[in-house]
């Protein structure tokens, strides 16, 4: 049995799909951290049969849980403190997101105002797509472009 060692701060990120813990290291840019984490692909799992989790030794701040939540809602949080897990948080898809997906239209004003925030709004929650907030140009799962 593999044995990795348990945070004493920190976070866990929990119930990932089988083989998405990697593409959400990246997303989330947690290869830029400078603390401990440890990513641990298809877990055995009672709930999912396989998982992947993520364990971060470090502050919650660094964790936007509405972008966690537009990638997979599914995914729990669970927060630890001195070694004792204090809260879990379940996700949810958020209403708006920022600067997260990018408009694809070319008659978009985000395509000619560049400095403009591309800003999405939920709109089918469902099937978790997003509509672009100016030219409601309609968006598929993130999932779908990792």
């Not at 998405?20 to 641990?40: G, K, P, S, T």
């Not at 105002?113 to 929650?125: A, G």
Request: proline share 1%; net charge negative; hydrophobic share 40%.
């Amino acid at each position: 049995m593999l044995n990795i060692d348990s945070i004493r701060n920190g976070f866990v990120l929990d119930h990932i799909q089988a083989g998405r813990a990697m593409a959400i290291y990246h997303y989330l840019n947690l290869d830029e951290l400078e603390c401990q984490v440890a990513i641990i692909k298809n877990a055995r799992s009672n709930k999912m049969e396989r998982k992947d989790i993520i364990k971060v030794e470090g502050s919650l701040d660094i964790m936007d849980f509405d972008v966690l939540g537009f990638i997979d809602h599914n995914i729990t949080v669970d927060i630890i403190k001195d070694g004792v897990l204090v809260e879990k948080k379940e996700l949810k898809l958020p209403e708006k997101i920022t600067n997260v997906l990018h408009c694809k239209n070319p008659r978009c004003i985000t395509s000619i105002e560049q400095e403009l925030d591309h800003v999405f709004v939920l709109t089918d929650r469902k099937n978790g797509l997003y509509s672009c907030q100016y030219c409601e140009e309609q968006q598929g799962k993130l999932w779908e472009k990792l």
